[in-house]
């Protein structure tokens, strides 16, 4: 290569955000960190930020609200009275003046509360829809709200709060559960990077014997497998990959050995045809007529006259298997548990993210794929240039 | 130097190979799998006994060397046998749905063929110019995304946004009256699925077709063709193009099976009732007759094209007389 | 009349109302169809049918589970949303058969362990509930006294102590007497195919037993897969969720011990003598009362023994556009149900089509194979049964009978369950000919002999059928049961001017064939509200009004 190409510096930068980057990022990624479907902070100046507070006993707690109304919202926590109180409530101010009760605590000395917007029986109380998880009916404005325990018994003891998840986060939002994508979209790369070239590996090599054993070793082995490789294009892939994938199992590693035994066959025709000239190359019949085992000649020689077409294969080949891993998710068809970049396309379209409009949800995969595939794409050409000088051509994309 | 009529006995003789491993294989791979359809009838209305009665009803009672046996007669005869989901004949089911996905991917084939060999043909003989550079990046873009993703944003985009194409099916409902306005209801209902399909598959032929032609170019026949003094006009399309067409309508034949994986995405993205819908469902719902004959037919449509691309390169490739291009 | 859905109303487990915004129906007084044109469109997709829906091209849409999409719609005003709690159970098994899930004490601590309030917040954002009974809480035989323990970690490590176990260093529970803690074991789930939400909630389960210290991890699985490993009792626990209807029956199938065979649903293994007891009295309860009594009690017994523990139960939310009226929905149906297609007009201007949403395609519209929910949603505007249930009270409904009689008789043979139907007379079928009783003598006897799988069960003890007039009919069993009654009455009717020429019940395909001298009718007819015309496959069903249906005024 006469120049590192951009792809070959996108590749570097993919990699270290995959596995060095994730080191100094604190806590789980599967955890949530906000509302779910949370815009990227970065467009969502109108949407809630997240909030916690305590209710102290007394005044309770005021604060200033100069949002839209959050779509979560949770209380939690114990209160302690002074005796049995006759009446006691935890109500809530709004900007407008007028007063909700979250809950009656009447009767208790000691109240213990969890209560969570998402709760029907919280919005049926507080008179909110049960299909809308905006909670406009409880902020409905600008302005000041005041949460306070208001009892006839004095409070002794409250370690009551009140937090809102936000709406807006990091970098990408968050998905349906409220995961912050940007930790996904981290974590995915590194999935979608070990599938696709592990994948590739896999392929790589029985394409690389088959062919060298085929192509120099010719008569029946040849026969036979050419005979593989002619059933095995003969099976449409998608489907024996769905067949496959219900067979074994969905795992991470069961995937990359389906895509390495089903996309070896143009590998092994490429590296059986070029056997088929080096076979007859003059150095490599001076190599047979000294006596020189079949195996010494073929990894000693055959190797490296096939290595460069077969890096550019390898580089060449790990777009397919990658978009392979994103159909099969998309399917349904992989582990749940893994987070790839497929994965996250499949679970931001099975919870809605392309109605909901969340356009975050989508197009850090989406594209990280994309730039994946060009990436590998640039760099196969680059090779199979190098590999086949005639190619060479207008530069690379 | 082996004659023709051994290498086509040959020839013939490996497709019928591949056929019985596919065969064989197709019926164990099924079986293979997990669990079976009476065991995932959940529903604890029925009895043991009547699933004993389903299981009489699908023929899962017999053993399995009867049950490979009678496979292997109606197999033969195409005749998969009644589909576990529907209980009509799988052959029915089958090509009920052929002329839908035949509409759906043959002209989204073609185009995308016609477009993908312009394309690189274009890029080829603008060597170093921005025109190639555009070819290139289009191709390897358009060949980088996941299709469903660009699918679902195209079906958002063009059916939900700017209404300009329906959300659904191939049909309006209700149907349009009369010949034409029902065929144009058709095209209308098919434009961006087959757009979608062009969109996502012109770039990889534009890869190939712009590296085919670049080697050709470079070979020494060309060399000596143009040392001759022959036109660049001339020299490309007498010459070049000649050379690569054979390799062209091989890919174009061998690539064939890859395009049911299209089809199976298309269609269930855009509702449409296909075959690749079928298989989806039926590999998913283990309806063993449905899925092993669909993947049958494939299986037989992929071996008589690879006959076909032998026989076309043959027939345009003078140069290639002996058995050598049957494998690589 | 067949209902899509199930029905429940008596139990509410709910402790507020959920919003039914069409009315009550009133079933006695109900008049219709009125809809002269019905198009059941096929849409797949969640997303298309959202999107279908906001631009014109739906209707109705029935069962919208993703929260997003429910939000989406409410937003609308042009829809009206209506939920529902229907007959979903999900729920946590245990492998009996096998140490240490048979001790009954780790049972109990696993079923306290498991924060099902929090698990219905993160994962189902409200739209489910959490369920502690052992048959839906909608159903008129729920027992709700008979309840799995709530959540209570600290309740379920005591009580674990107290029963002997004990921790070892690491945490991991150490039987009593046992040297070693328990070994490791996983929790079987369906992978995210089936229901997206199941094998993270397999996954949440499975760390709450963590908690408590049983080391269980959950395991996605393809769900044939699944059950297969179920059905060779390979398996410790497992995740699953049932779609039950409003008879109590499924407990006998699910925890009899003579269930525990190839193809039997007792899947735990639960081998009990009382249990066995109390479920045989239920099965071959002679009346509604006795039912009533055996099924508690078996709660009762069940909550005790917990072979499984109940999680959560669905809500089901449905969409009708405001552009029509007369809605029917209740607090276990929602409004996309047959009586709404009885009683729904639009809501202004003249009669148009109206377009309905389909989930799936219909695989097979021929009755005797028929087995998808959707195929039925097609069938059951065609064909009617003898009986329904009433909507509102979730009881039995005189449909094609006007009344009916249960009772015990004796012969040399036995004691045997005895149906008389009395049949209305102002039935016809959709070719014009009168409905009779021996129509529905033909049905029986023709499903019987055949030994159709989906009819197997429900006339197998049937002994012999009489017709002593045109309108009455009586069924005789071949023993005593109480739901002899709901497995005859709910059995679709079909002409038996056309059973006797169906050769082969498989392969018969009578929405293909057309009857002579009825100009777009096909032999897929029946006494129901609606005629079936035309299906166009993967795109829509097509029926329109049936003007001879009994329900239409004259």
Known sequence: MRRFRWSAWTLLILLFSGFVLPLFLAGDPREPVASPFARPAWVGRNQAPALAFSVPPGEGKAFAWSWDAPRGLSVSGEVEFAG?????????????????????????????????????????????????????????????????????????????????????????????????????????????????????????????????????????????????????????????????????????????????????????????????????????????????????????????????????NIALGVPGVILSEAALAYLGLSDPRVISWGRMLHEAQSFGAFTTGAWWLLLPPGLGIALLCFVFMDLGRALEEWADPRLKGGGGA | MISMRGYWARRLGGAVCVVAIVLVANFFLFRLMPGDPVSTVLDPRFSPQAKAELEVLYGLDRPLAVQFLIYLERTATFDFGLSFATQRPVLDEILSRLPNTLALLVPAYLLSVLLGTVLGVLAARRRGRAAEKAVLSAGAISFSFPSFFVQMVLLLLFAYVYPVFPLRGSLSIPPPQGTWPLLVDRVWHLALPVGSLVLLGFGGWALTVRNLVVKVMGEDFMVLARAKGIGERRLFWGHAFRAVLPPLVTLFLLSLPGVVSGAVLTETVFSLHGVGRFLLDSVLGQDYPAAGGAFYLLTLITVASNLVADFLVQFTDPRIRTGERSSS | ?????????????????????????????????????????????????????????????????????????????????????????????????????????????????????????????????????????????????????????????????????????????????????????????????????????????????????????????????????????????????????????????????????????????????????????????????????????????????????????????????????????????????????????????????????????????????????????????????????NPNNLEDLPWLARSWKVETVKDPGGLRTRLTFVLRKDVSWQDGSPFTAKDARATLLFLQKNAIPRYFDSVRDVASVSVPDAHTLIVTMKNVSYWHLHSIGGTPIFPAALLGRVKDWRSWQPARNPVPGKAGLTELYGTGPFVFREVRPGDFVRFSRNERFWLIPR
């Open chain 3, 1 to 389: 009349m067949r209902l899509s859905g199930a029905i429940g109303l008596f139990a509410l487990a709910l402790s507020f109302a959920l919003p039914t915004h069409g009315a009550e129906v009133k079933a006695e007084t109900l008049r219709g169809p009125r809809i002269g044109e019905l198009y059941m469109v096929v849409v797949r997709d969640p997303d298309a049918a959202v999107l279908a829906l906001e631009r014109g091209k739906l209707d109705v849409l029935g069962d919208v589970t993703r929260p997003s999409d429910i939000r989406r719609i409410s937003k609308n005003p042009a829809f009206e949303l209506s939920m529902a709690q229907g007959f979903h159970m999900a729920q946590v098994g245990f492998n009996l058969r096998k140490s240490p899930w048979n001790a009954p004490e780790l049972r109990r601590a696993a079923a306290m362990a498991i924060p099902r309030d929090r698990l219905v917040r993160e994962l189902f954002s409200g739209y489910s509930a959490p369920l502690t009974t052992y048959l839906p809480p909608m159903s008129p035989y729920c027992d709700k006294e008979a309840s799995a323990p709530r959540f209570d970690p600290e309740g379920a490590r005591a009580l674990l102590r107290k029963a002997g176990w004990t921790w070892d260093p690491s945490g991991v529970l150490v039987p009593p007497k046992g040297k070693s803690p328990l070994p490791p074991a996983t929790i079987l789930s369906p992978t995210a195919g089936v229901a997206p939400t199941t094998a993270e909630l397999a996954d949440r389960i499975a760390g709450s037993l963590r908690e408590i210290g049983i080391p269980v991890k959950a395991e996605p699985l393809d769900f044939a897969a699944m059950i297969q490993r179920i059905d060779e009792h390979k398996f410790d626990l497992y995740l699953m969720a049932w779609q039950l209807s409003r008879d109590p029956d499924s407990l006998y199938a699910f925890y009899h011990s003579s269930m525990d065979v190839k193809g039997g649903y007792n899947q735990t293994g639960l081998k009990d003598a009382k249990v066995d007891r109390l479920l045989e009295d239920l099965r071959y309860a002679p009346d509604e009362p006795a039912a009533r009594v055996a099924a508690r009690a078996a709660q009762k017994a069940l909550s005790d023994r917990l072979p499984i523990i109940p999680v959560y139960t669905r809500f089901s939310v449905a969409a009708v556009s405001k552009g029509w009226q007369g809605t029917v929905s209740t607090k276990s149906m929602t409004a996309d149900n047959s009586w709404s297609l009885l009683a729904m007009s639009p809501a202004s201007g003249p009669m148009k089509p109206l377009y309905w949403a389909l989930g799936d395609e219909p695989r097979t519209l021929n009755p005797f194979t028929a087995s998808t929910a959707t195929d039925w949603q097609v069938l059951g505007m065609v064909y009617d049964t003898l009986l329904t249930v």
């Open chain 1, 84 to 312: 049995v109180p006759g009446s006691a409530r935890l109500t809530w101010e709004k900007p407008s003046g007028e007063i909700l009760v979250l809950a009656d605590l009447s009767g208790q000395e000691t109240a213990t509360l969890d209560l969570d917007a998402r709760d029907m029986a919280f919005r049926a109380a507080l008179g909110l829809s049960p299909f809308d998880e905006s909670l406009e009916g409880l902020f409905g404005g600008r302005g000041t709200i005041r949460v306070r325990i208001d009892s006839d018994v004095p409070v002794e003891k409250s370690s009551l709060s009140v937090r809102i998840p936000g709406d807006r986060w990091g970098l990408f939002g968050t998905d349906q559960r409220g995961r912050d994508v940007f930790r996904l979209f981290l974590a995915g790369i590194r999935v979608s990077l070990l599938v696709g070239v592990m994948a590739v590996l896999v392929s790589t090599v029985i394409g690389l014997s088959a062919g060298l054993l085929g192509g120099y070793v010719g008569g029946v082995v040849d026969a036979l497998l050419m005979r593989a490789v002619d059933v095995l294009l003969s099976i449409p892939l998608l489907p024996i990959l769905m067949v496959l994938a219900a067979l074994w199992g969905k795992g991470l590693w069961q995937l990359v050995l389906i895509l390495g035994l089903f996309s070896w066959m143009g590998t092994a025709r490429t590296v059986r045809s070029m056997t088929l000239s080096f076979r007859e190359a003059p150095y490599v019949e001076a190599l047979r007529a000294i006596g020189a085992p079949t195996f010494y000649i073929l990894a000693r020689h055959g190797v490296p006259t096939v290595l460069p077409l077969l890096l550019a």
